[in-house]
């Protein structure tokens, strides 16, 4: 009877002891990616192995350039994402893209830096994204930066008949004390229109504005686990 007590009880305990949380690290970066309903397009695409070892790994992607007609025209872009466990958890990456025309002019730069890492040392855990810059923005015919110039995160702006842009989009994950994520989009469009609606007899039914693609130059992500 004492025995199957203590079997009991220990197979008890091991249901209600905490489960330790993995040590991680991964990471994405691209330069430019395209979504529409004639597909999906992306370009200088790396992303690093969730879980990288403790000797740390890179990966790296380039590409000359990126065309979609009337969407989108690229120069030179590049990924490239690190990350290494050693007393703690680090990851980086980078995405970098050269004289940015997209839709037809309506937003240009000459040069974006998408740059993000996290680290986590198992009591605290954070990401940021020093470094990220928009080189002379231009957005509807409005000068926004001038130079390597940075932006407050999250700023949108309206694109009359065509939807709306987030500039500098940040979305941030982790609990902020094992782990830390961030994910880093400097152009994120958001191509709207309006669908269905209209009038019959009985009266009219207004149409919905809806989501109908999305194009995002220069992403970074980073995640770290500790």
Known sequence: MRLATLTLFIGCAALLAPV????SVSGQAYGAWVQS?????????AVLPEGTASDGAMVDDAADGMSVPGTLTTEA???????????????????????????????????????VSSTSNGAQA?????????????????????????IAPNTRMNLAGVGYVVLNEQLLTGDGVRSSGLTVNLIHV???????????????????????????????????TM
């Open 126 to 150: 954070t990401s940021n994204a020093l470094g990220s810059t928009l080189a002379d923005l231009v957005v509807n015919g409005v000068q926004v930066t001038s130079g390597d110039g940075a």
């Open 20 to 23: 330790a949380q993995a040590q």
């Open 77 to 115: 872009l590049t990924g490239t994402t690190s990350g290494a466990i050693g007393d703690a958890a680090a990851a980086q990456s980078v995405a970098t893209v050269f004289n940015v025309n997209l839709l037809n002019g309506l937003i240009t730069a000459s040069s974006l830096t998408a740059t």
């Open 190 to 224: 958001y191509l709207q229109s309006v669908t269905g609606g209209g009038c019959t007899p009985l009266g009219c039914v207004p149409g919905v504005l809806t989501t109908t693609g999305e194009v995002i130059v220069g992403s970074a992500t980073s995640n770290a």
């Open 37 to 45: 309903p004639l597909g999906t397009q992306q370009s200088a695409l």
